[in-house]
């Protein structure tokens, strides 16, 4: 019922946002029935089993075209499927389908000329940017397409997206995740991250992903932070 519910949003929603760039509907629901029966034979694959996700357009999904927001055929560069595809398969996610990308993740504003550049929610009159390179992903959350997405951060691809469409997002520490069967920007500093609703998720995620329990909120009692006033705008041109 959960990815059927996802389903009927994107089908409604995505043509306007343009989130995703292939949607595995038939693939998704078939997962969805699989992962219902193993639960009913008693077999619980932990917090994740079930979740409808969704994956950048940057990773290999046995099934799935891959662009790397191209129209070139990249399929070559990028190989099999990935140990981190694996990952969210082992852990029970239903991979909804792949989410649009920058052209090979270069580009930090999420504008595509070969794909489309998704549609930012927050304005539905007048087109904002999501940021990229992982724009699709960014968007597909914050519009409620998906319960959360895998995106990848070489220079700001996953937290720049989602501070501009209001989401969070975890960039993680350099080759925590094996980056096999994803398109290389930079392979010494490219990374997997995730894109969820909240930090809470990212924490819940992160951990089932890693085999952990979620990490607990810190306590901020008597921690102070301070603001600086002005940093950005000293020593610059008045016309900057």
């Known amino acids: 019922e959960a990815t059927r519910a996802y389903l009927s949003r994107i089908e409604k929603l995505d043509p306007g946002l343009g989130a995703y760039q292939h949607v595995a509907a038939e693939r998704a629901v078939a997962t969805a029935r699989a992962m219902d029966q193993l639960l009913a034979n008693g077999v619980d694959l932990g917090p994740l089993m079930g979740v409808p ?4 357009d940057l990773f290999a999904v046995e099934g799935m075209p891959t662009t790397a927001g191209s129209k070139l055929e990249v399929s070559d560069i990028i190989g099999d499927e990935g140990s981190f595809i694996k990952r969210l398969k082992k852990a029970g996610c239903v991979i ?3 989410t649009k990308t920058v052209e090979f993740a270069l580009g930090i504003t999420g504008v595509s000329t070969p794909r489309g550049t998704p549609w930012n929610p927050w304005d539905a009159g007048t ?3 999501p940021g990229g390179s992982s724009s699709g992903p ?3 959350v914050a519009a409620g397409l998906c319960a ?3 995106g990848s951060d070489t220079g700001g691809s996953v937290r720049v997206p989602a501070a501009l469409c209001g989401v969070f997002g975890l960039k993680t520490t350099f080759g925590l995740w094996p980056t096999d069967g994803v398109f290389p920007l930079a392979p010494n500093l490219d ?3 995730l894109l969820t609703k909240s ?3 990212a924490a819940l995620v992160f951990g089932a992903l890693r085999g952990r329990n979620a990490a607990r909120p810190a306590h901020l009692a008597g921690i102070r932070f301070g603001r600086s006033e002005g940093y950005f705008f000293q020593n610059i041109e008045p016309t900057v």
Do not use: H
């Open 53 to 56: 996700v969704a994956v950048k």
């Open 96 to 98: 909804l389908g792949k």
């Open 127 to 129: 087109q904002r940017l």
């Open 138 to 140: 960014a968007v597909a």
């Open 148 to 150: 959360w997405a895998v």
């Open 191 to 193: 990374t997997i991250g």
């Open 199 to 201: 930090a809470v998720d």
